[in-house]
T-cell receptor, first 115, second 114 residues
Framework: DAGVIQSPRHEVTEMGQEVTLRCKPISGHNSLFWYRQTMMRGLELLIY????????DSGMPEDRFSAKMPNASFSTLKIQPSEPRDSAVYFC?????????????FGPGTRLTVL | AQSVTQPDIHITVSEGASLELRCNYSYGATPYLFWYVQSPGQGLQLLLK??????LVQGIKGFEAEFKRSQSSFNLRKPSVHWSDAAEYFCAVALTGGGNKLTFGTGTQLKVEL
């Protein structure tokens, strides 16, 4: 099993540019999560999907952020336009079900730097 | 408000010494409880989890955790720390019946002195 795959691993961009982060969940998992990690706010859940449907996007900071899951094996998190305060590590995680007891498996993260 | 507290931001222990990392939660009911570890530049790896039953849970890498309902705590322990255990440790909770939305504590950075 390849685990959760994220790309790119590092992204440096300039303020105002569009940024797209990508995630491939573990095959067979039907829940997918996007988290953001910063020194100031720690780990925050941004959005999660179940069976490709967004269930809870209450953590998405503002309209500049959007996430899609067109199929069971791919999700994107887009920031448009990006701002320096978006600099963070973004993690994708997946789990087999949407039960609270289920383990979430995390990808290696994408470190985003917005200049 | 629901919350997860890890009161120790940094902990330093000597290799071979015992370790206990604290975690307290504030929820109306007993949540599902998790401990994750994050090595520098890496994602999070699950160490162990508690759902129900035996309150002492064994995990990977020699870690264990004990759920104490009366104290709303889920402390992580290891009898003898290895230098490779140096990492950041996160306690997390998920509400029963609330999907599997995880809420994380702020983390404890562990340093191991040789």
């Amino acid at each position: 099993d390849a685990g959760v795959i994220q790309s790119p691993r590092h992204e440096v961009t300039e303020m105002g540019q569009e940024v797209t982060l990508r995630c491939k969940p573990i095959s067979g998992h039907n829940s997918l999560f996007w988290y953001r990690q910063t020194m100031m706010r720690g780990l925050e859940l941004l959005i999660y999907f179940n069976n490709n449907v967004p269930i809870d996007d209450s953590g998405m900071p503002e309209d500049r952020f959007s996430a899609k899951m067109p199929n069971a094996s791919f999700s994107t998190l887009k920031i448009q336009p990006s701002e320096p305060r978006d600099s963070a590590v973004y993690f994708c995680a997946s789990s087999q079900t949407n039960r609270g007891s289920d383990t979430q498996y995390f990808g290696p993260g994408t470190r985003l730097t917005v200049l | 408000a629901q919350s997860v507290t890890q009161p120790d931001i940094h902990i330093t222990v000597s290799e071979g010494a015992s370790l206990e990392l604290r975690c307290n939660y504030s929820y109306g009911a007993t949540p599902y409880l998790f401990w994750y570890v994050q090595s520098p530049g890496q994602g999070l790896q699950l160490l162990l989890k508690y759902f129900s039953g035996d309150t002492l849970v064994q995990g990977i890498k020699g870690f264990e955790a004990e759920f104490k309902r009366s104290q709303s705590s889920f402390n992580l322990r290891k009898p003898s720390v290895h230098w490779s255990d140096a990492a950041e440790y996160f306690c997390a909770v998920a509400l029963t019946g609330g999907g599997n939305k995880l809420t994380f504590g702020t983390g404890t950075q562990l340093k191991v002195e040789l």
